[in-house]
Structures are given as structure tokens and as C-alpha cells.
């Protein structure tokens, strides 16, 4: 897979904005079969950073009400991604 089709967005909440300042920890929602390794790559190639640490883990969609019905939302993989202390991403 390509860089672009491993990691599919940042993950842009209040939790991740914080991580990102605090602890140098950013947040992507990735595909779902990407291993550490590609998302590593993926991110070194992306935002031209030293990568020291990725975590993972599989977010499970949540039931709805909809006017046709109960319907389920999509199983998404979110990567959480730990940078060099003297490299940044600008999201912003």
C-alpha cells in the first residue's frame, strides 16, 4: 500500500491536540490492515519525521437509530504515534 492509503486523516480531537503538545504523541485514523511497520514508513515518508514508537488499536462502531432502522457504524483502527523530541507536525 502506499503512504496515503495507509494513513487516511489526522485525528484532530481535544485529547489528541493535547498529546500532540504535551508529549510530542499525535493521533491518525489508519487502514485496517496496516501493520506498525507501514504506519511507521507511512508517517516518516509523509511528514518527513523520525518516528520512535507506534501504538494501535481497533475502535468498534457504535449502534444508531436511524428512521430505517438500527444500523451500525464502520470499525475504524486509530494509530497513535510518538515522534523524536526535536520533530514536530504542524496540523494546523
Known amino acids: 500500500m502506499h503512504a496515503t492509503q495507509i494513513i487516511k486523516r489526522p485525528l484532530i480531537t481535544e ?3 493535547w ?12 487502514h485496517m490492515k496496516a501493520t ?10 509523509l511528514y518527513k519525521v ?8 481497533i475502535r ?5 437509530r436511524t428512521r430505517f432502522g438500527p444500523a451500525k457504524t464502520k470499525d475504524w483502527k486509530k494509530a497513535t504515534v510518538q515522534l ?6 504542524d496540523l494546523f
Request: net charge positive; charged share 30%; glycine share 6%.
Open 84 to 89: 523524536h523530541p526535536d520533530d514536530r507536525i
Open 19 to 30: 498529546e500532540g503538545a504535551r508529549h510530542n504523541r499525535y493521533g491518525f485514523v489508519v
Open 50 to 57: 523520525r518516528v520512535e514508537s507506534v501504538c494501535t488499536q
Open 60 to 64: 468498534k462502531g457504535k449502534y444508531r
Open 15 to 17: 485529547k489528541c491536540t
Open 36 to 45: 506498525k511497520v507501514q504506519i511507521r514508513v507511512a508517517i516518516a515518508s
